[in-house]
C-alpha cells in the first residue's frame, strides 16, 4: 500500500505564493506518476500538474503553466506544487495523487490509483 499526506495548504492573498508538499510513505517505489489534482465547491476534480519520478515526464493544465511548478525530491519521497501569481480562480481543495503505471493518460482521476486526504488553499482577492 502507498499512503499520501499533504502539507501547506492556507489562506494568500491574490498574486501570493504557497507551496505544497506531499510525503509518500509504503510502497512508494510501486508508483510510476505522481499528481496534483484539485476540486472546488460545486466543480468536478481536475488535473493542475504531474511529473513522473525521474523527472522526464512533466505535464501541467494550462491554466496553471508558468505559474505553478511540480517537483519532486526522491530521497525524502516528497512531491511539491510551488504555486506562483495566485488568483481567487486556484481555490480549491487539492489532492496529491500517486498512480502505478507510465502508461495511459495522467491527466485522467480515474487513473490514479492513491489519494491524499487534500489540503485547502483559499486565494482572497
Known amino acids: 500500500q502507498v499512503q499520501l499526506v499533504e502539507s501547506g495548504g492556507g489562506l494568500v492573498q491574490a498574486g501570493g505564493s504557497l507551496r505544497l508538499s506531499c510525503a509518500v510513505s509504503g510502497r512508494a517505489s510501486s508508483t510510476s506518476y505522481m499528481g496534483w489534482f484539485r476540486q472546488a465547491p460545486g466543480k468536478e476534480r481536475e488535473f493542475v500538474a504531474a511529473?513522473?519520478?525521474?523527472?522526464?515526464?512533466?505535464y501541467y493544465e494550462d491554466s496553471v503553466k508558468g505559474r505553478f511548478t511540480i517537483s519532486t525530491d526522491n530521497a525524502k519521497n516528497t512531491v511539491y506544487l510551488q504555486m506562483n501569481s495566485l488568483k481567487p480562480e486556484d481555490t480549491a481543495v487539492y489532492y496529491c495523487a500517486a498512480r502505478r503505471y507510465l502508461s495511459g493518460n495522467y491527466y485522467r482521476p480515474d487513473e490514479y490509483h492513491y489519494w491524499g486526504q487534500g489540503t485547502q488553499v483559499t486565494v482572497s482577492s
Open positions: 511529473i513522473s519520478w525521474s523527472g522526464v515526464r512533466l
